[in-house]
């Protein structure tokens, strides 16, 4: 299908150069969404309304427009949930009632998945919601994620580590969420500023706070930006090989999906744990994601020779960023922080036993830690992994995009100049298609 590019004073991302394995989208249902994406930055650049102010012209002109395509792309759609899942986007918008859409998407096995409306952005707490559009297709031929394999690991895991220091640490649960793989193939308004996220978690990225029944991961941009931002990263730390990159990129889908999943259902195991630790909330945070990736590099760590270098190479994407912003920063630090400590990152990645030998040795002292209830001794422990790391990894904290420009500068770098710039019709806003 066309890619879409977002209106150019805005950060985007140029999906167009994201490999694509395969997508479920007749022409006329990628022009469709294709408008549907344009008119969503339009609404995004004019901004919502203040109170007590009434709609522009082209404010309605753009909203009748995203209505309308957006019920041509479900009639042409030949896939039942598809096609009621794009009507029901439609009538969110036009009613603003976002609640039957939602759940209908956080419920449903989707091949094409499309979030639309004031989806909220990661990137500070507080961030106000924006308008935003996120297009993926369910891909084939993508590595397969063996979803009852990993699930039973982890909660194997969690089972020998936290129970056993805490009856109370394992809840019931009744229904892991689902984890829909895909294909991202379009991003507009908001979704296309930094830091674009390689998952969303459904219904609680579109305002369902505290609640997931479905994870959704853009497997082309996760692999893409492990291809060149994190393998880049384990290069240049170890100064290592450039075969070594590209290695471990080849073997990183799997590996990087199968963590993944297991991060993603460990917090329903171990979050509970980290909140009665009487932690301040930010530690509690960190806690949680340490936890999390611990419980998953040990589902996956024994899964190829490469999967420890894996491992590492996004904990350093993680650990450079500003743990002001991002828990897992921190997390990952005092991860890093601990191999260091115990006998260096080369050893480490080597040999999946001796990478797996010493995360569980962090995860039982922070299990053990958690469950001690002397806070001031565990909140003095992390800080001191995390501040083991070298500064030099802290890459300019300040300046959080750095954790994706050198993938939008190589993708942009390689647009056709001869792309065809279309206007939406009577909106006065400007997009673009390849």
């Excluded at 794009?86 to 939602?102: M, P």
């Excluded at 369910?138 to 397969?144: E, I, L, S, T, W």
């Excluded at 590209?246 to 297991?262: C, K, M, N, Y």
Aim: one cysteine or more; charged letters at 20%.
């Amino acid at each position: 299908m066309a890619r879409f590019f977002a209106v150019p004073e805005m950060l985007s991302l140029d999906v167009r150069k994201l490999e694509t394995s395969g997508d479920y989208l007749s022409a006329e249902i990628c022009s469709a969404l294709d408008d549907a994406l344009c008119c969503a930055d339009g609404l995004n650049a004019i901004g919502a309304p203040r109170e007590g102010q009434s709609l522009s012209s082209v404010r309605k002109s753009l909203e009748s427009q995203l209505i309308n395509r957006l019920g041509d792309a479900a009639d042409a759609s030949d896939d039942a949930a598809v096609a009621h899942h794009l009507r029901l986007r439609s009538e969110a918008v036009a009613t603003g009632d976002y609640a039957a859409a939602r759940e209908y998407a956080a419920t449903t096995e989707l091949k094409v998945e499309l979030l639309i409306g004031l989806v909220p952005s990661w990137r500070w707490p507080d961030h106000r919601q924006e308008f935003s559009a996120i297009l993926a297709v369910k891909p084939q031929g993508a590595p397969r994620v063996v979803t009852e394999s990993v699930d039973s690991a982890v909660e194997a895991i969690a089972q020998s580590f936290l129970a056993a220091s805490d009856p109370n640490a394992i809840p019931t649960l009744a229904k892991l969420q689902s984890y829909s793989v895909v294909d991202l193939v379009g991003l507009a308004g908001d979704a296309a500023r930094y830091p674009c996220h390689f998952a969303n978690f459904l219904p609680e990225d579109e305002g369902d706070l505290g609640t997931t029944k479905k994870t959704v991961v853009y497997q082309n941009f996760y692999l893409e930006r492990f291809k060149r931002v994190s393998a880049p990263l384990l290069d240049a730390t170890l100064l290592a090989q450039a075969t070594t990159r590209q290695d471990i990129s080849l073997a990183a889908g799997p590996v990087l999906l199968e963590w993944f999943r297991a991060h993603d259902i460990a917090h329903s195991y171990s979050d509970g744990l980290c909140r009665r630790s009487g932690l301040d909330l930010p530690l509690i945070h960190c806690a949680r994601e340490l936890l999390a990736d611990l419980i998953g590099f040990l589902t996956v760590a024994n899964s190829s020779d490469q999967a420890p270098a894996i491992l590492v190479a996004e904990m350093l994407r993680y650990a450079r960023r500003s743990p002001a912003l991002f828990a897992d920063a921190t997390a990952a630090r005092i991860e890093y922080g601990w191999l260091l400590k115990s006998g260096g990152i080369e050893t480490a990645i080597s040999d999946p036993d001796v990478f797996s030998e010493r995360i569980t040795e962090l995860l039982g002292l922070t299990v053990s830690h958690l469950v001690s209830g002397d806070s001031a001794y565990l909140a003095q422990w992390m800080n001191r992994l995390a501040d083991g790391v070298p500064r030099a990894l802290h890459l300019e904290e300040s300046s959080p995009g750095r954790d994706v420009y050198p993938l939008l500068e190589s993708l942009i770098a390689d647009r056709k100049p001869n792309r065809v710039r279309q206007s939406i019709p009577t909106a006065g806003v400007r997009c673009q298609h390849s």
